[in-house]
Nanobody, 126 residues
Framework: QVQLVESGGGLVQPGGSLRLSCAAS????????MAWFRQAPGKEREFVAS????????QYSDSVKGRFTISKDNAKNTVYLQMNSLQPEDTAVYYC???????????????????WGQGTQVTVSS
């Protein structure tokens, strides 16, 4: 079992940037599929970005493509989400997920991830 701890959330003005971190412990995540999802009040958890195992291949939702970047530091056992040009609609709790078994076609689905962090709040407001 892997434990995930997110950090880096906060309050930012529209157009600003934040970098989220997801630190993993319990096992190495170098060969996991790692992803970021978000959940706004009253809405379902939605896919944001993922990075596939050791390939470095990434996927992004259309709403964040070109603004967000997911990366992984295997030495630090940590995944990051760099978020630029933030907008009020990006406001949500952001969750990190890890999966040792997800396949390429399933990585955008929350059900593919067995391990989740507690989430970190991101609020974009002037």
């Amino acid at each position: 079992q892997v434990q995930l701890v997110e950090s880096g959330g906060g309050l930012v003005q529209p157009g600003g940037s934040l970098r989220l971190s997801c630190a993993a412990s319990g096992r190495r995540i170098s060969n996991d599929v790692m992803a970021w999802f978000r959940q706004a009040p009253g809405k379902e958890r939605e896919f944001v970005a993922s990075i596939f195992r050791n390939s470095g291949n990434t996927q992004y939702s259309d709403s964040v493509k070109g603004r967000f970047t997911i990366s992984k530091d295997n030495a630090k056992n940590t995944v990051y989400l760099q978020m630029n040009s933030l907008q009020p609609e990006d406001t949500a709790v952001y969750y990190c997920g890890a999966s040792s078994s997800a396949i390429w076609s399933s990585q955008t689905r929350a059900t593919a991830y067995a391990n989740w962090g507690q989430g970190t709040q991101v609020t974009v407001s002037s």
